[in-house]
């Protein structure tokens, strides 16, 4: 989603005349977006921050100004500490408040600025429709925002805000201008995408799921995904959406967190680990290749070498394609951050490892399954040795392979030659 919002942001700043660069060094402004969702996220900032710093002394040499902006989760929660804690930041500013970036941009120049607020009018409102930095066929496209779920460990309800639905029109209208400019695989994004219920035209309410048969009917969209979903929100209509519409890729990210249901439940993930067996059950069922990654937490408060071992089970029971995995890190304000039974922190990496070392295993199978067959690859960037383009599986998975450059944005069947757990390589198969 910070990728998405970086974007967004460089298209709305476009009419100011500003473009990105790669690097920092020839910059009239450094904008860092920045996460809060676990503590090391966070300490990047202030250490990111201080190289910001020196950058900008380094430029005030000759001459030059440097407008040092935070954006981002970090930014929201922290506001007033980050102009505090760091005199040389020019401007803070919340993930909801982004859209204003042209009138904040040119108040930066004269004073300090901090906007944290959660406008009452959505920042999708403002943003130009048309995503006039988009490069390549595959493309962000945010459709919710924001949780009302509450999850004990969790910092986004607050830093985020409330649960959104962007329009379902305005969706369609932003996936055809994309397709008229070349895009081919959309993602759709939202902190809990498949809670998504939006307006659609006739005023009824569209599910996720409605919301990609209607994506599913524009020509020339041909790949859709969507992340982060949550076990709660798996309706029926997203199911059949996996049975009924040939652009949904058969893949689904769907984070767990544990596999303990004392654990889940004092996470407040309100449903149980059989639950989430019946969920991956139901949806192989609808759509045989479909395969999963997860999210899981190791170590969170109260965890017992018997919850941990509930947790290594459900691994063992689903079979993932790839997977991340965190140690748990303590929030502020969140209500786990004050619970009883903390995991000594050599437990936890312990933890970590075994289940990294399941995880990675299974990667490795899906993969090498995958040793000689064919299997259409969307090449959506340039690879890494000239003559080679860089591409996506169905299932996400990255490839490089040699082809012609014309190929760029386009999609071909490709031999699977070979794979490992991190890689797969393999040949035009035309
Ligand atoms: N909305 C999604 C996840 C959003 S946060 C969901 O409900 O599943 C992305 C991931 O970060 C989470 O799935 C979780 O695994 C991890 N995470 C969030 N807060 C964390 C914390 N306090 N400590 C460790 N990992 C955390
Ligand atoms: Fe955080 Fe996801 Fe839980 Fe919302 S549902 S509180 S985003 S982990």
Redesign the pocket.
């Known amino acids: 989603m910070n990728v998405y919002d970086s974007h967004r942001m460089a298209d709305i700043l476009h009419p100011l005349g500003y473009r990105a660069v790669d690097t920092p060094d020839d910059a009239d402004m450094v904008i860092l977006n920045t996460c809060h969702?676990?503590e090391k996220a966070t300490d990047k900032v202030f250490s990111d921050l201080g190289r910001m710093r020196d950058h900008k002394d380094e430029r005030a040499k000759s001459g030059k100004k440097t407008l040092v902006a935070v954006a981002g989760c970090v930014a929201q929660a922290e506001g007033e500490l980050i102009m505090d804690r760091a005199p040389y930041v020019d401007l803070v500013f919340g993930p909801q408040t982004y859209h204003e970036l042209p009138e904040m941009v040119v108040r930066a120049l004269g004073e300090r600025v901090v906007n944290t607020d959660f406008p009452v009018e959505s920042k999708f409102d403002s943003l130009p429709v048309d995503h006039v930095t988009q490069d390549g066929p595959s493309a962000f496209v945010s459709i919710q925002e924001g949780?009302d779920?509450f999850?004990t460990?969790?910092?986004?309800p607050y830093t985020r805000g409330a649960e959104y639905s962007r329009p379902a029109e305005k969706i369609l209208d932003e996936a055809k201008t994309l397709r008229d400019r070349g895009v081919k695989d959309i993602t759709l994004l939202g902190?809990?995408v498949n809670a998504y219920h939006g307006e659609a035209a006739d005023g009824s309410t569209w599910s996720l799921g409605r919301l990609i048969q209607a994506l599913g009917d524009i020509d020339g969209v041909e790949r859709i995904r969507y992340m982060?979903?949550?076990p709660r929100d798996v309706d029926q209509d997203l199911i059949d959406a996996h049975r009924d519409v040939p652009a949904l890729m058969p893949f689904m990210h769907l984070?767990v967190?544990s596999g303990s249901d004392a654990i889940l439940k004092s996470m407040n993930r309100k449903h149980t680990a059989d639950h989430y067996r019946e969920i991956i059950a139901k949806l192989r069922a609808a759509r045989p290749d479909i395969a999963f990654s997860s999210?899981?937490?190791v170590g969170f408060p109260g965890e017992t070498e018997a919850d941990f071992e509930a947790t290594m089970q459900l691994v063992r029971d689903v079979r993932y394609m790839s997977a991340?995995s965190?140690?748990?890190?303590?929030?502020p304000g969140?209500p786990?951050a004050n619970m009883q039974g903390l995991v000594h922190d050599a437990i936890m990496d312990e933890r970590l490892q075994r289940l990294q070392a399941l995880l990675m295993e299974q990667q490795r199978e899906f993969n090498t399954a995958m040793i000689g067959q064919t299997v259409p690859v969307l090449f959506d960037g340039r690879g890494r040795k000239d003559g080679q383009l860089y591409g996506r599986t169905p299932w996400n998975q990255p490839m490089h392979v040699m082809a012609p450059a014309q190929y760029f944005g386009q999609i071909a069947q490709v031999r699977v030659n070979d794979a490992t757990a991190t890689s797969i390589t393999g040949e035009l198969a035309q």
């Open positions: 969702i676990r949780c779920k999850c460990f969790c910092v986004v902190q809990n982060t979903s949550h984070p967190q999210d899981f937490i991340y965190f140690k748990y890190s303590a929030r969140t786990a």
